[in-house]
């Protein structure tokens, strides 16, 4: 992914736009980081249940709602998108046990 700061299209004279811009650019790189981290344990309960480990399943689902929270509390997704995601891994998880 090309970076935002160097691109011809944001070409700032000002320098506290200069400084805003490599803000938003290091912002923008930790929410994708964040956001690639979110997935990843996603996929970690999704495996798990499909596989048929209950516990492993509820611990993935435990440690992935925390990660959830978190990500809501910082504004990188908002509330009820991290409660969605949280439900549906829930279900996911409660589904091996049944």
Same mark, same amino acid.
């Given at each position: ?8 299209? @944001? ?21 994708? /980081? ?31 709602? @925390? ?20 439900? @549906?891994? /829930? ?8």
């Amino acid at each position: 992914m090309e970076p935002l700061v160097d691109s011809p299209t @944001r070409m700032a004279n000002i320098k506290s736009q200069k400084k805003r811009n490599i803000q938003n650019e290091k912002r923008h790189q930790r929410n994708v /980081a964040t956001k690639s981290a979110l997935k990843t344990s996603t996929k970690g309960v999704h495996a798990a249940a499909a596989a048929g480990d209950a516990d492993a399943a509820k611990t993935a689902q435990l440690e992935a709602a @925390r990660a959830l929270d978190k990500a809501a509390s910082r504004g990188i997704l908002h509330k009820k998108t991290a409660a969605r995601r949280k439900s @549906r891994l /829930a279900k996911a998880a409660n589904a091996t046990t049944a």
